[in-house]
């Protein structure tokens, strides 16, 4: 399948052509081997999905059909426990885009068409860290880092920019150009194929430097869509589609890669910003978007660099967005960002040198105004929650959920989980490691003093609001007042 795009060509007409043969055939297979020597660092395509589950591509156990990521699989590395840093869209972003948990950055959890501003101006993104490296960037997609024109794309590090400030839930819906209204409101339909335009169209420019191109789909976020020569295409409904139609993009992107010579000069990441939604599989896992459940963080990674990452390599050590940055900065030979990381570099993971990485204890934050509020802590295998909010636990709806009147309470039980053997984090193994607890607790209280202000207060505050101890592992949080009815049981080591 190759693609045949230029930026003058009608959108319908574009879906027609290039749809139609995405829908035939699968990408042609791209030969591994050493990298070329151009003297010059590696090109970047880094994309990125809206809610997409862990589970909902064909190389991660989907019945979808998803035959150019599966490609992109089986001549790269794919990472089986790999994490977001957030679980819902703007902080997740923050984290990938800058290295950091988004708590440090004060970056809101989905920025709307109310938002005033950003993430914090002074944090530097991953097209300011490559530019003095003589990298040529654009932003194409879903941006969500703010709106007002200091916190856009183009004021961010990269050069150019097209795509639509926030989710496809949001109204109105304008299609930029840098920091121009195109359309006040975008043809949501037609969102995958005009990125996939623009995709194109930037490889094809920039074929002769290092460039960093970074794809944002606005899908499979709800309410999801294909254009219109997509749906139907899955036999599984618009999710389906929408999946299957960001498989086609791949495909054509990666196509453009080829066409150009590039394949042992560019490096490619494909993930998701956060477990499903509504719809969409988290696979195996409790929870779902909004939660630190593992399948509101658990996400697919790939990742691609002929002659660099070894073909068919499958990861199993845990990764985390927060490592894009300093994983690309170390491929690239870029100068770090300025600001402390809390990623690390596992450039040597996905070319096979090591199999291992000695990670500390990684933090998952609520969803909550700046991100402010600790909820887990993971350490290797181990899993540590010590609160939790009040109401649904696993959907983030605006109708009630996290997007409701909800408070968070530190539970007085910990819970631990052993993601290990209980993946889907269904056991509560507190009560037989202690020590393991006590470890985790030990971690958090060293950790929080490195963040900012606002995180500490909220540390503070938390644990001195406990909940309920009636409150079940893994349930909503029951406020400390709550008086169990009479024809309730509660066992005696539930009851402080």
Known sequence: MSSKV??????????????????????????????????????????????????????????????????????????????????????????????????RTHTQGAYGPSS?????LDEKTLADILKPAGYKSMAIGKWHLGYPPPY?????????????????????LPLLRD???????????????????????????????PFFLYVAYSYPHDPPTG??????????????????????SVGEILDAVRGKGLERDTLVFFTSDHGPWFQGCPGPRRGRKSTGFEGGVRIPFLARWPGVIPAGRVVDEWGSNLDVVPTVTSFCGAKPSPNPLDGMDISELLTGKTDHLDRGTLLYFAVSPDQQILECARKGNWKLRISQRTGEIYINDWLNGSCGP??????????????????????DAAVDYPEKVKELQADIEALIPSFPENVQRAYAQLKANPGSPYTPAAAGARPPDIVAPDRIYIPPWRQS
């Not at 856009?152 to 109204?171: E, I, K």
């Not at 920091?179 to 074929?207: C, G, H, Q, W």
């Not at 254009?227 to 086609?248: N, T, V």
């Not at 909800?406 to 056991?427: G, I, K, M, N």
């Open 179 to 209: 920091t121009t209204v195109m359309e006040a409101n975008a043809d949501r339909e037609m969102l995958t194929p005009l990125y996939t335009e623009e995709a194109v169209k930037f490889i094809n420019e920039s074929a002769s430097s």
């Open 152 to 172: 856009l794309p183009t004021n961010r590090g990269f050069d150019a920019y097209y795509g639509v400030p926030w989710s496809v839930d949001m109204a109105p």
């Open 406 to 427: 909800t408070r968070h309470f530190l539970l007085p039980h910990p819970e631990l989980y052993d993601l290990e053997r209980d993946p889907a984090e269904s056991y």
């Open 116 to 120: 005033k501003d950003g993430t914090d």
């Open 6 to 103: 230029t930026g003058g060509i009608d959108r319908r007409a574009f879906v027609k052509a290039a749809a139609a043969s995405a829908v035939l055939s699968l990408s042609a297979s791209g030969q591994a081997g050493e990298p070329s020597a151009k003297g010059r660092s590696p090109n970047v395509i880094l994309m990125i999905c809206d809610d997409l589950g862990s589970g909902d591509l064909h190389c991660y156990g989907s019945s979808l059909k998803t035959p150019n990521l599966d490609q992109m699989a089986r001549e790269g590395a794919r990472l089986t426990r790999f994490n977001t840093a957030h679980p819902i869209c703007s902080a997740s972003r923050a984290a990938l885009l800058t290295g950091r948990y988004s708590s």
């Open 227 to 248: 254009s219109p020569r997509f749906q139907g295409h899955s036999g599984l409904g618009r999710q389906g589609d929408a999946i299957e139609e960001i498989d086609w």
